[in-house]
């Protein structure tokens, strides 16, 4: 079982550097955006030493991604991951799926009925299609970016889990 802490401002170096690492799937991080993501975030957690890291907002956040206002135009009741990131290093330990489950049980603690997130159609990420959908998240719709991506957007109730 992995060790998960609250993503503390001695983390900041690293998950920059690891998001960063990833921008392609989850987009690019600088301090400023970091410090102010944490601030508003619902959870933000990590597994030390620099091995993976979740921030997640709930329905009612000062957050501005176009992802997540298409999840607030639609439902009330959620926590969305706006990105979760494993170093390649760690992989295939288990590590994004303990981090989630600790966003499960968080959320079912707080009342929230569903988990929300994205995941790039286009350019293709079939890892993670793969990964949500054995977690049990399903599509609940489709939008072309801005930035000229296309993603679709999951759902995984917590009711019955």
Known sequence: MATIAALMPADHGWVIDLGNAHQVETGPLDPDRL?????????ALV????????????????????????????MADFAYVDRIVVAKSARGQGLAR?????????????????????????????????FHAALGFMPVGQALLPNGKTVTYLARSLHGQ
Not at 35 to 43: D, E, G, N, P
Not at 47 to 60: D, H
Not at 61 to 71: D, I, L
Request: proline letters at 9%; hydrophobic letters at 40%.
């Open 35 to 43: 410090t102010a993501m944490v601030a508003q975030s619902y959870r």
């Open 47 to 74: 597994v030390p030493p620099q091995q993976a890291f979740l921030i997640s907002f709930v329905a009612g956040a000062a957050y501005e991604s176009p992802n997540f206002k298409w999840f607030e135009a639609r």
């Open 98 to 130: 303990s981090l989630y489950e600790a966003l499960f049980a968080h959320a079912r603690q707080d009342g929230l009925s569903q988990i929300v997130c994205e995941v790039n159609a286009d350019p293709p990420n079939p890892g993670s299609d793969q």
